[in-house]
Structure formats: C-alpha cells, structure tokens
Nanobody, 114 residues
Framework: VQLQASGGGLVQAGGSLRLSCAASGKFFSTNYMGWHRQAPGKPRELVASITIGGTTNYADSVKDRFTISRENAKNTIYLQMTSLKPEDTAVYYC?????????WGKGTLVTVSS
C-alpha cells in the first residue's frame, strides 16, 4: 500500500490544521489506517487510528482536540487537529494495515508556534 499524506504546515498555538492521507492498494489492506507522530528526540507514538468499520482510537494527549475520519470510497483518512499546542509539533506519519500499522507513508511536518 502506498500512502500519500498532505496538510502539514506552520500554525500558531490554538490554531487548527487538517491532515489528509490517500491510500492506494487493495481495500482490505487498509482495514486499519492511522496517524503516528515523532517529535524531535522522542519515540514515535500513535496519535489516532480508525478501521473500515469506523472504530477509532486516540492517544490521551489528543482526545477532545483531534478527530480522525475516513472516506472508504476514496480510501482516504483525515485528521482534524484543533486547539493545537507547541507539544503537538512533530512529523506526522500516515499508516495502514490489516490489523495494525504495516505500511508507512512519508511524514508531513506540523509545527505549532507558541
């Protein structure tokens, strides 16, 4: 599966951004899709994930601020990020797989200024 992410950029604290990720490949190979992120000097971590059936999972640090959604017909997921904080600054990676992340896209940088 190939994953193409877009939507990163620079935003002030309190602002919003929306990330998109389009997947190409067999539909069942993208039952699971999600976003991970890696901040400088920190390990990569799960941000949010969603299945074809719509089951979502969020990191505690982003609950109530980020919303993941998907358009199955387009094999595309979105991450709506609101109330952004400087600690959200990271490279965000789109992932896909059957039961968990197997394929990874190139990251997109999100920078939140204080």
């Amino acid at each position: 599966v190939q994953l193409q992410a877009s939507g990163g950029g620079l935003v002030q604290a309190g602002g919003s951004l929306r990330l998109s990720c389009a997947a190409s490949g067999k539909f069942f190979s993208t039952n699971y899709m999600g976003w991970h992120r890696q901040a400088p000097g920190k390990p990569r971590e799960l941000v949010a994930s969603i299945t074809i059936g719509g089951t979502t999972n969020y990191a505690d640090s982003v609950k109530d601020r980020f919303t993941i959604s998907r358009e199955n017909a387009k094999n595309t997921i979105y991450l709506q990020m609101t109330s952004l904080k400087p600690e959200d600054t990271a490279v965000y990676y789109c992932t896909a797989g059957v039961l968990g992340p197997r394929d990874w896209g190139k990251g997109t940088l999100v920078t939140v200024s204080s």
